[in-house]
């Protein structure tokens, strides 16, 4: 329960998303979790296939085990927080989105849309029917097998262990690739009723056939209707087509994460430039995302001790200073990743990502503070050359006797030498500086 309950508690960022579904697809956990068919046919509000935040409703999944077992303080926790039914109740920014929940606000119901559709197209004569563009673009899914559905797992085997108190039998399972696990999104729908109804012919329970066509072209309809919007009308009333959630009343007054009572993120830390129209948010000209990273203590602490998530780890070297470098190398290389990022390049698209993490400062202080011997030459001959010049007074062809170019060349020697020595009797007396203290302002005239 301990490792389960280690992979689904997900990372706290504070982020406009967390005001729509969507906002549960960073979450993850990655590689999603697959109970098996033993634990989701025993608690069944768990979603059938993997478990992520796009699927889970964990205040249902803790209702129903506490009606068996005493929860104790994970019970009273997830009450107290609020979590709800955590992302399943929330809008979808694109309600065409094939894993929207059934719960969202703005859900659209891709089957019966389908029928209509199906309806339409059948209705039309021969010359007018998109038989062919239908038959190219709604490609069939292929279901899952009961075989490719039925795999028991570690997680699975322990979860058992703790409520029976006992072991389970060991069982040969199947062997699974862990790059296609990983990204195993298309599983996380319910597959009990494809494989109770669809089998050899053992079963005498027959499914719909329409529910049997939504299944296997729902998604592709989907992506269809994506590329077609000037064509919904043709099949759908105003009432049927799909509804954006509303921008300005959703995210008015901020947003929350997944613990709604203890996790509310107010509009000035998530939306900058804030326009509105009686009292509701009209337009934002930009939003933000933060990212609570661990200290490099905590990431010490945490994996001191040997995991099977990390089996490549070193324990015996493992120190906190490693575990410092860790968390900075990650920070540097989340801002590298957003500045090259293809959508930071569009030129379509009037948007700019502006990353910034704890390195960021550091890491640009450190680059101006890099001598670079040319420059610092060059920029000393100008100046000699200007304090000159300024100083200057010609008689006729030569400088006249109020000329103060010497004074002026000895002047910018003893600022150099002054400052070379001030920079040094810092250093001595173990003082830092850097670009930013070692500028000085001009003084005015």
Request: proline letters at 6%.
């Amino acid at each position: 329960m301990n490792s389960l309950m280690d992979k689904i508690i997900p990372c706290i960022w504070i982020t406009p998303i967390d005001c729509y579904w969507e906002g549960s697809k960073p979450l993850g956990p990655y590689p999603p979790i697959n109970l098996g068919e033993e634990i989701s046919g025993f608690v069944t509000s768990l979603p059938k296939g993997n478990v992520t935040w796009k699927n889970l409703n964990p205040t249902a999944v803790m209702s129903e085990v506490g009606t068996l077992f005493d929860l104790g303080p994970i019970g009273n926790f997830f009450e107290r927080a609020g979590i709800g039914a955590a992302y399943l109740d929330r809008p979808c920014i694109n309600p065409l989105d094939p894993d929207c929940p059934k719960d969202a606000p703005n859900y659209f119901d891709r089957c019966s849309a389908l029928e209509k559709f199906n309806e339409w197209n059948m209705a039309k004569p021969d010359g007018e029917k998109v038989t062919f563009r239908y038959l190219v673009l709604l490609e069939r899914k292929q279901l899952p097998t009961p075989k490719e559905t039925d795999i028991p797992s570690q997680l699975t085997e322990s979860i058992l262990n703790d409520i029976f108190g006992r072991k389970k039998r060991e069982t040969t399972t199947a062997s699974s690739k862990k790059d296609e696990d990983y990204y195993a999104y298309e599983d996380d729908y319910d597959t009990s009723a494809i494989n109770s109804t669809i089998d050899t012919g053992a079963s005498k329970n027959k499914i719909d056939p329409k529910v049997v066509m939504c299944m296997e072209y729902g998604e592709s309809f989907l992506k269809w209707m994506s590329k077609n919007k000037d064509r919904w009308g043709e099949f759908l009333t105003q009432k049927e087509l799909p509804k954006n959630p509303e921008y300005e009343k959703v995210m008015t007054g901020g947003c929350k994460g997944f613990g709604k009572t203890i996790m509310e993120w107010p509009e000035d830390l998530i939306i900058g430039g804030i326009h509105r129209d009686h009292g509701k948010l009209s337009s934002a000209e930009a939003l933000q995302s933060v990212f609570l990273v661990a200290s490099p203590f905590d990431v010490f602490i945490r994996f001191k001790e040997k995991k099977d998530t990390h089996p490549n780890l070193d324990l015996s070297t493992w120190n906190p200073g490693w575990a410092e470098n860790v968390v900075f190398t990650w920070q540097r290389n989340f801002t590298k990743r957003l500045y090259k990022h293809e959508a930071n390049n569009n030129s379509d698209e009037n948007r700019v990502f502006h990353p910034l993490a704890s390195t960021s400062i550091a890491d640009m202080l450190e680059e101006f503070s890099q001598f670079n011997y040319t420059i610092i030459i060059m920029g000393y001959v100008l100046m000699v050359i200007y304090a000159a010049f300024t100083q200057a007074r010609i008689d006729g062809r030569w400088l006249a006797i109020k000329s103060n170019v010497a004074l002026s060349f000895v002047g910018v020697i003893l600022v150099t030498y002054s400052s070379i020595c001030g920079l040094g009797l810092s250093t001595m007396m173990g003082i830092n500086f850097n670009a930013a203290t070692t500028q000085v302002r001009q003084p005015k005239r």
